[in-house]
Nanobody, 124 residues
Framework: QEPLVGSGGGSVQAGGSLRLSCAAS??????LAWSCQGPGKEREGVGA????????IIANSVKDRFIISQNNAKTTVYLQMNSLKFEDTGMYCC???????????????????WGQGTQVNVSS
């Protein structure tokens, strides 16, 4: 069983919206994040959140369109994806740093745990 389970992906037309969810109940890592790997591309960080402070970072390429957040109970991390573009297509995975690391970053090597991915397909 994966410690993190991503869901909420699907197929949507350009300009549409999706909300991805990462179930993290019982998962103690301070920082959770979303990454994306598009067709023929390397994995890229999308956003990250410190679950205690709710401090967040978001990639420059999507900062005007995407929001990373969590529910009040801090059991689920969301990636709200608005104004989707074709280039947003990819496999989105939730991930987590080791428990002692509390600063959200896009440094891939700092993330130890990877959850079930969810596919996002954006059509024009």
């Amino acid at each position: 069983q994966e410690p993190l389970v991503g869901s909420g992906g699907g197929s949507v037309q350009a300009g549409g919206s999706l909300r991805l969810s990462c179930a993290a109940s019982g998962f103690s890592s301070a920082v959770l994040a979303w990454s994306c790997q598009g067709p023929g591309k390397e994995r890229e960080g999308v956003g990250a959140i410190n679950r205690g402070r709710s401090s967040t970072i978001i990639a420059n390429s999507v900062k005007d369109r995407f929001i990373i957040s969590q529910n009040n109970a801090k059991t689920t991390v969301y990636l709200q994806m608005n104004s989707l573009k074709f280039e947003d297509t990819g496999m989105y995975c939730c991930e987590a740093k080791s428990g002692a690391m509390g600063v959200p970053t896009f440094t891939a090597t700092e993330y130890t745990y990877w959850g079930q991915g969810t596919q996002v397909n954006v059509s024009s």
